[in-house]
């Protein structure tokens, strides 16, 4: 991948073997792995539950254009989780983000999206968007090739800002909200009180689907933010970990939603709808879900890990308060980073406060001890097989960096 120039220390490391939270590179040095894959390993690298699956499924055949009984199994436990129900599958979490704007434009016959300034969900044309000084959304820095001036199908807002919500809903021609309920890819930007029940109350007003992505938010609990904040959307889209590190994904629809759909789709031409993938749906991609769902991501996990990620954000607090330095950390369940600056409320603060040289200092003071930082922010993520020994690690080395430029 293209990003891989970009790992601290200026090339990456090269991987010989991981096992749950920990890894090791090829010169045979050890690793504590806070960067789980970027959410792919949140479930810890090769769970027994998926490796046997991988098995056990590879004898008796991968994929074969049919549906397998895991497919219920998953689709039921999906149901559970996020309250939403009915299912189909994606090769990964971009897919699925754009399969869902895809039936949202259908099914409202609305041509435009709306996210969130300094959002991500995947290599998704429409969402690589930011909002310029004027306020104008405009591509994000770096997104190369765009098809259409992106403000042709999407607009841009400031999270944590309902006012500009209403403004960008009101024209009448927005098919869905696309959003993260917590911001987790430009530092984690929580919610403010109200915020999330006002865009629901919005989004409904003005007759617009609401898509929450927890493919990241998953860290949350075993139902993301959707079940831990009782949100109503009518799309949920969810990727990463729920293959146990094998790339699925999966998006979820209100009963309304699929009622509608089904009664518009037209059977004879829905292979060709521009949703889908031959492999999406293999009977791999199901058992490794099921594998995945029906023994990680569940409560007791998210007891072990949450409590983690706490002792993780406090490591750095104290080593900040201790030093007055004018920086944050923020956790979302099993989830936490610190920013260089106090807490940011939207994308565009939290991206103005990115300090390069200073985060490369940190993810690389942290290499050399042993430690893998989720790249390009200062991120961890605490997996069922972290410790507190881990997590103490990081709170040193966290503690020897501050030390040495202070
Ligand atoms: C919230 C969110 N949605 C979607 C994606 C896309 O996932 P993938 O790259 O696996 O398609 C990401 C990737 O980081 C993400 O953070």
Redesign the pocket.
């Known amino acids: 991948m293209p990003w891989m120039t970009r790992w601290a220390g200026s090339f990456p490391l090269f991987i010989a073997e991981a096992a749950g939270g920990r890894f090791v590179d090829v010169d045979d040095n050890h690793y504590v792995d806070f960067c789980l894959g970027?959410?792919?390993s949140m479930v810890g690298h090769s769970t027994p539950a998926v490796t046997e699956a991988l098995v056990s499924q590879s004898r008796i055949g991968l994929t074969s254009m049919l549906p397998s009984g895991d497919a219920l199994v998953v689709a039921e436990n999906l149901s559970r989780r996020f309250g939403v129900s009915k299912w189909q599958f994606a090769?990964?979490?971009?897919?699925?983000?754009r399969f869902v704007l895809r039936f949202s434009r259908f099914m409202t016959n609305r041509p435009k999206i709306v996210v969130n300034d300094w959002?991500?969900?995947?290599?998704?044309d429409e969402t690589l968007v930011i909002l310029d000084e004027a306020g104008r959304t405009v591509s994000r820095p770096g997104a190369i090739g765009p098809q259409v001036d992106p403000s042709v199908t999407t607009r841009a807002v400031p999270f944590n800002d309902l006012t500009a919500m209403e403004e960008a809903l009101r024209h009448g021609d927005v098919a869905c909200v696309l959003m993260?309920p917590a911001l987790?890819?430009i530092g984690i930007v929580l919610p403010k009180p109200g915020y999330l029940e006002g865009v629901r109350e919005l989004t409904r007003r003005y007759g617009v689907l609401l898509v929450i992505?927890?493919?990241?938010?998953i860290c949350a609990s075993p139902g993301g933010c959707t079940a831990l904040w009782g949100l109503e959307p009518d799309f949920v889209?969810i990727?990463?970990t729920i293959g146990g590190g094998v790339?699925v994904?999966a998006y979820g629809m209100s009963a309304d939603v699929a009622s509608r759909l089904e009664r518009m789709l037209d059977r004879d031409s829905i292979d060709v709808g521009g949703v889908g993938g031959t492999l999406s749906g293999s009977a791999l991609a199901m058992a490794v879900m099921k594998a995945t769902l029906t023994t990680s991501l569940l409560e007791e996990h998210f007891a072990h890990t949450i409590p983690l990620a706490t002792r993780w954000a406090n490591g750095v607090q104290d080593v900040i308060s201790s030093k007055a330095l004018p920086w944050s950390v923020q956790q979302l369940g099993c989830r936490a980073e610190y920013w260089f600056s106090d807490a940011p409320t939207d994308g565009a603060q939290a991206a103005s406060r990115v300090d390069h040289e200073l985060e490369e200092y940190f993810h690389l003071s942290a290499l050399n001890r042993g430690i893998l930082l989720t790249p390009f922010h200062n991120m961890a993520l605490m997996c069922p097989s972290h410790v507190d020994r881990d997590v103490d690690l990081h709170s040193a080395a966290f503690a020897e960096a501050v030390e040495k430029i202070s």
């Open positions: 970027d959410t792919g090769l990964s979490a971009t897919d699925a983000n959002c991500y969900h995947g290599t998704v993260e987790t890819n992505d927890e493919t990241h938010t889209v990727g990463k790339p994904a």
